[in-house]
């Protein structure tokens, strides 16, 4: 893992390109060389976290300490200091916090094209953001705001800061989620804390890219830790917080309503813990919308973000349909078949908490799921972070594995984009299916494993000849 983490960062260094908004092939001069670079770190850390993750079942963490924190350490300090090569939205919240901390705007809500002229800062939006409101809850303002504050107008300092946050909120993370599995799984714990500190996709998309859905990921757990420890009053103010960084923690909360309400039961304690999440639910959200307090800009600038098509079902079927002629515009069009499907995911975990109100932190880790598979157009690797973290905070098993191979597909997809589709030309057909079956062919093969190894085992028992003793 380690020796993966150091390819990395000798192959694509943060220091010399931090001005620079380029990706891991240009850096490597789209050689062969930056693919097998890619696919051998790639290897290895995968080969270390799973490894990590077998060694360690049946042992304590307290046993393994030294070289759980030592390769922990050294390979975050090593993602900190590569350049984020596969995404650039870290230079893009620094854009965007820039026009709060250093000119008082609202980056909700502020176009970086507006300043685009008379502030080179905001060019590290891109051409390609730069006309696009932003598309996180109005809390990232507040986490974000400390990186531009203090960088002195430096696009590097603010990058670091960035990535230290994340590398920061990956150790929280790992903490809460060892404290879970010493309750649900203790023979399981240390695999499981392995299981997040060194995941490929934590450390790549959350450390060397810097991407806030570690954070999400954090109040995600942050809640689930709650419900295990019987917190049931800060429950939905951390997934409404969750949902004040990310809209997609939304659907989570009325499933965690009702689970609250068949745990209690309608009592008095009811009643106090009612009391206690609407006074903390109230208390988060006049922090989180301050100074602006702009509810409706907030909203319009998250349902903007409904028309962006990118590596998912929805892209294909766009393709498929210019292809065969049909018509379709999968930016208007898309909604009508995604809200209802949110809706139906949030409806179906609501009705799944009422009849299991135990397996609420299983209803949802599906709904994020199944949102990440059928109801967004806008799919992205880091999105499995997300996954990861919940799959941890269950007893480790199927979840976990269909988010591990969702992430690794998710990877994987890179070698492709970056460098193979250049050198073999392919209609958009072709590299659209060929892209969305790398990131989500591993997971929907597990899942589907999943679902249908024990339907055989138990065909296979009903059908079984007995053998005379």
């Given at each position: 893992?380690?020796?993966g983490a150091l390819l990395l960062l000798v192959a694509f260094p943060f220091d010399g390109n931090q001005d620079a908004l380029v990706d891991l092939?240009?850096?490597s001069d789209a050689s062969e060389q930056g693919l097998l670079v890619w696919t051998v770190a790639l290897v290895l850390l995968t080969g270390g976290w799973v490894g990590g993750i077998l060694a360690a079942r049946g042992r304590a963490l307290r046993k393994v300490r030294l070289p759980v924190t030592a390769f922990t350490v050294l390979a975050s300090v090593a993602m900190l200091l590569t350049y984020p090569g596969t995404a650039i939205d870290v230079y893009i919240y620094a854009a965007r916090s820039h026009l709060l901390t250093d000119l008082g705007l609202d980056p909700s809500t502020t176009l970086p094209e507006t300043l685009w002229d008379i502030d080179p800062y905001v060019r590290y939006a891109s051409n390609e953001w730069a006309n696009d409101p932003s598309p996180y809850g109005p809390l990232w303002n507040l986490i974000a705001a400390p990186a531009t504050a203090f960088d002195d107008e430096n696009i590097a300092v603010a990058v670091v800061i960035f990535k230290a946050i994340m590398a920061a909120g990956v150790a929280i993370t790992g903490w809460l989620i060892h404290d879970i599995a010493r309750r649900v799984q203790p023979g399981l714990a240390a695999s499981a804390t392995i299981g997040w500190l060194w995941s490929p996709v934590v450390l790549w998309e959350g450390i060397a890219n810097g991407h806030n859905d570690v954070l999400l990921a954090l109040l995600l757990v942050t809640a689930l830790w709650c419900w295990y420890r019987g917190y049931l009053g800060s429950l939905l103010p951390l997934l409404g917080a969750a949902s004040l960084l990310k809209v997609v923690a939304m659907i989570t909360i009325p499933a965690a309503a009702v689970a609250i309400i068949r745990r209690t039961g309608w009592n008095r304690a009811l009643a106090a813990i009612a009391g206690r999440a609407a006074l903390f639910s109230l208390l988060i959200a006049w922090v989180?919308?301050?100074p602006f307090y702009d509810v409706a800009g907030v909203i319009d600038a998250i349902r903007a973000q409904t028309t962006v098509i990118v590596t998912s079902p929805a892209l294909l079927a766009q393709a498929i349909s210019n292809e065969l002629g049909w018509g379709l515009d999968v930016g208007e069009d898309f909604p009508?078949?995604?809200?209802?499907?949110i809706i139906l995911l949030t409806l179906a975990g609501a009705i799944a908490a009422w009849l299991r109100p135990s397996q609420f932190p299983t209803i949802a880790y599906e709904q994020l799921f199944w949102f990440l598979v059928l109801a967004t157009s806008n799919l992205r690797p880091w999105y499995?972070?997300?996954?990861?973290?919940?799959g941890l905070a269950l007893p480790l098993g199927m979840p976990f594995a269909r988010a591990a191979a969702f992430a690794i597909g998710g990877l994987g997809t890179y070698a492709y984009l970056l460098w193979v589709r250049h050198w073999y030309a392919a209609e958009w057909l072709v590299e659209v299916g060929i892209t969305v079956g790398i990131m989500l062919g591993p997971t929907l093969l597990v899942t589907l494993w999943a679902a249908f190894s024990p339907l055989h085992r138990r065909l296979r028992q009903a059908h079984a000849v007995p053998t005379e003793a």
């Open positions: 893992m380690l020796a092939r240009l850096m989180a919308f301050a009508t078949f995604g809200v209802p499907m499995t972070i997300w996954l990861v973290a919940l």
